[in-house]
């Protein structure tokens, strides 16, 4: 059974460094195929894709944010580690990590884990 | 502002089938055959319902049904339930861009 289960701080203050790790069980991420994903969610508005690692170590960003974020793994810990700098009020969101299991092509996000709402406020 | 257009809300009788559009570009929706649809309810993850434009994933109802023409894809819900009552987003790989997902759509059902 995969589960994905995201942990990190509940609240940061603005202009602050937010670490959030994903911890992946049921499969390894140094699996052929394996693309670990974060995704946030502001309150009541939509999904922002923002990083991708992949099992070959390959790394991906939204190139809106791309100079803010760093995202790397654990592969001893089987962990995902996202780190976004300089923290605003307008990052506060639930943030997701989402596996896609790539096939022939890089397809879709089959398993997710229960988010980690993150408030950032001085 | 998201990449993707959907409509904000749209609602059906119970039984009755509906639509949602998503709306994006030669780079992305017309571009590639990786849309996919997710569900989310009130406090919950998203769960995916099509993927590739058009296929379902196992143990995904047959009421879900995707397709596309062009730059708009599209997810038709049919035999709406009461438990098809929540948001539905649209995703779509863009190549350089990688994922870029639809605003959200609110089903409600009457």
């Known amino acids: 059974q995969v589960t994905l289960r995201e942990s990190g701080p509940a609240l940061v203050k603005p202009t602050q460094t937010l670490t959030l790790t994903c911890t992946c069980s049921?499969?390894?991420?140094?699996?052929?195929?394996?693309?670990m994903n974060w995704i946030r969610q502001p309150p009541g508005k939509a999904l922002e894709w923002l990083a991708r690692i992949d099992w070959d170590d390959a790394k991906f960003y939204s190139p809106s944010l791309k100079t803010r974020l760093t995202i790397s793994k654990d592969t001893s810990k089987n962990q995902v580690v996202l780190t976004m700098t300089n923290m605003d009020p307008v990052d506060t969101a639930t943030y997701y990590c989402?596996?896609?299991?790539?096939?022939?092509?890089?397809?879709?996000?089959?398993?997710w884990g229960q988010g980690a709402l993150v408030t950032v406020s001085s | 502002q998201s990449a993707l257009t959907q409509p904000a809300s749209v609602s059906g009788s119970p039984g009755q089938s509906i639509t949602i559009s998503c709306t994006g570009t030669?780079?992305?929706?017309?571009?590639?055959?990786?849309v996919s649809w997710y569900q989310q309810h009130p406090g919950k993850a998203p769960k995916v319902i099509i993927y590739?434009?058009?296929k379902r994933p196992s143990g995904i109802s047959t009421r879900f049904s995707g397709s596309k023409s062009g730059n708009t894809a599209s997810l038709t819900i049919s035999g709406l339930q009461a438990a098809d009552e929540a948001d539905y987003y649209c995703?779509?790989?863009?190549?350089?861009?990688?994922?870029?997902f639809g605003g959200g759509t609110k089903v409600t059902v009457l």
């Open positions: 590739e434009d058009n």
């Open positions: 995703c779509s790989y863009a190549g350089s861009r990688e994922f870029v």
């Open positions: 989402a596996r896609i299991v790539r096939g022939m092509t890089i397809s879709y996000f089959d398993s």
């Open positions: 049921g499969f390894s991420l140094n699996s052929d195929g394996m693309c």
């Open positions: 030669s780079s992305d929706v017309g571009n590639y055959k990786l």
